[in-house]
C-alpha cells in the first residue's frame, strides 16, 4: 500500500506558482482535489493524486521541473536522458552521465566521489546560484536515488540523506519515500550508498523506460520496496495482515529478531512509536479508500476496526483535519483513477 503524501509538502511550492500566475486551483481539482482541503495542514493525498496535479502543471508550463529550477527543462528531456542513460556499463558509469546531464540541463553540479569507509556519496554543489526549490532538490535527490536503483534492478538502500532546507516536520514522510530519515538544513544535497553497488550492471533497456516513464513522476512518490528504518520495518510487517488483528510487540519483535524493549527504544529513536505507526497506516487505507474506493463510509469504518462509524470519524477529523465525507466529495470533482 502507498503511504499518503502530505498536502503541506507542495504547499510552498504551489503558493509561489500562483503568484507567478498558474492556475493551480485547477490543477488540483482535475486531480480530484478539493481546493478547501489543501489549505488544512493535516490534509493528505494519495500518490496518484500528486502524480495528476504535477502532470496537469507540466502541461501549464511545458517545463519538466515546472519553472522552479534556474532555467527551463523542455518537456521530454527526462526522456532522451534516460535513453542515453539505459545504454551504459555499469551504475558508476551511469551515475556520471546522470550527474553530467543534470549540470548540463538545470546548471546544478552533482559530483559523485568514494571514501574509505566505503561509501558512495552523490552530492550538490554547496551553495546553487540563483536559490532552488525546495522541491527541485528533492525531485533531483529523488531521480537519483530511485532511478539508479530502478537501472541495477534492486533499490539503493541509503546510508545517509541530506538536504540544504528546513523541513524538519516531514521528516517522517521524507524517511518513509527513501527509506532513511534525512538531516536538514545541510550545507549541500547528498545521498550516500554502498561504494560496492557502482559496479553493479545496468539491466534496463528501451521497453523497461517506457514503462518507468510511463509512471512519473510517481516513482518519485511511493515508498521503495526497501525497509532502512525500524518504522518503516516495522510498517511492512503490519501491512502484510490487512484483514486480522495486529501484531503484538513480542511477535513484532520477534520477527526483526530483536527484544521488544529494543525495538521500542529504536522506534523511540526515530521519533515514533507503535501504535503510531499503526495509525498512520489506519490513516492511509482510509484516505486511499475514500479517494478511490467505493465502499460507504460506515463499511471502511467496520474494516478498519471502528465498532462505530462515529469514532472512526473523529479519528480521521484528528489525522486529516476534515470529514470522511469532505474527502469523497473532493474526488467528484476530479477523475478516478
Known amino acids: 500500500m502507498a503511504h499518503t503524501i502530505p498536502m503541506r509538502f507542495f ?4 503558493e509561489s506558482m500562483m503568484k507567478r500566475g498558474l492556475d493551480v486551483e485547477q490543477a488540483l481539482r482535475g486531480a ?15 500518490p496518484e493524486q500528486a502524480t495528476g496535479v504535477i502532470r496537469a502543471l507540466w502541461e501549464q508550463t511545458d517545463d519538466e521541473l515546472l519553472g522552479l529550477g534556474p532555467r527551463p527543462v523542455a518537456r521530454g528531456t527526462l526522456r532522451l536522458a534516460g535513453l542515453t542513460i539505459i545504454h551504459t556499463r555499469d551504475l558508476r558509469t551511469a551515475l556520471a552521465r546522470m550527474l553530467e546531464l543534470t549540470t548540463v540541463t538545470t546548471g546544478i553540479r552533482w559530483t559523485l566521489r568514494t571514501d574509505e569507509a566505503g561509501l558512495a556519496m552523490v552530492t550538490s554543489e554547496e551553495q546553487p546560484v540563483p536559490h532552488i526549490d525546495p522541491v527541485v532538490v528533492f525531485a533531483m535527490a529523488g531521480g537519483l536515488h530511485r532511478f539508479a536503483g530502478w537501472l541495477i534492478g534492486s533499490p539503493l538502500a541509503l546510508q545517509s540523506l541530506e538536504f540544504p532546507f528546513d523541513a524538519e516536520y516531514l521528516s517522517e514522510d521524507y524517511a518513509l519515500i527513501f527509506g532513511v530519515r534525512p538531516r536538514f538544513s545541510a550545507p549541500r544535497a547528498a545521498i550516500s550508498f554502498d561504494a560496492g553497488l557502482l559496479t553493479k550492471p545496468v539491466v534496463r533497456d528501451e521497453a523497461d523506460l517506457k514503462r518507468f516513464l510511463r509512471d512519473a513522476p510517481g516513482a518519485l512518490l511511493y515508498a521503495p520496496q526497501q525497509t532502512a528504518t525500524t518504522a518503516a520495518r516495522v510498517r511492512t510487517i503490519l501491512e502484510r495482515n490487512p484483514q486480522g488483528p495486529w ?3 513480542g511477535e513484532l519483535a520477534r520477527r526483526l529478531s530483536i527484544s521488544p524493549p529494543h525495538m521500542r527504544r529504536l522506534l523511540r529513536a526515530e521519533g515514533t512509536t507503535q501504535r503510531r505507526i499503526q495509525e498512520e497506516i489506519l490513516r492511509d487505507r482510509a484516505v486511499e479508500a475514500l479517494v478511490h474506493g467505493d ?3 460506515a463499511d471502511l469504518a467496520v474494516r478498519l476496526g471502528y465498532s462505530e462509524p462515529s469514532a472512526f470519524r473523529r ?9 470522511p465525507i469532505d474527502y469523497r466529495r473532493s474526488r467528484s470533482s476530479g477523475p478516478h483513477h
Open 315 to 323: 479519528a480521521f477529523h484528528r489525522w486529516t483535519g476534515s470529514a
Open 295 to 297: 465502499e460507504s463510509i
Open 11 to 14: 504547499r510552498a511550492t504551489v
Open 247 to 249: 501484531l503484538g510487540a
Open 32 to 46: 480530484g482535489l478539493d481546493w478547501r482541503l489543501y489549505t488544512e495542514d493535516r490534509a493528505r493525498m494519495t
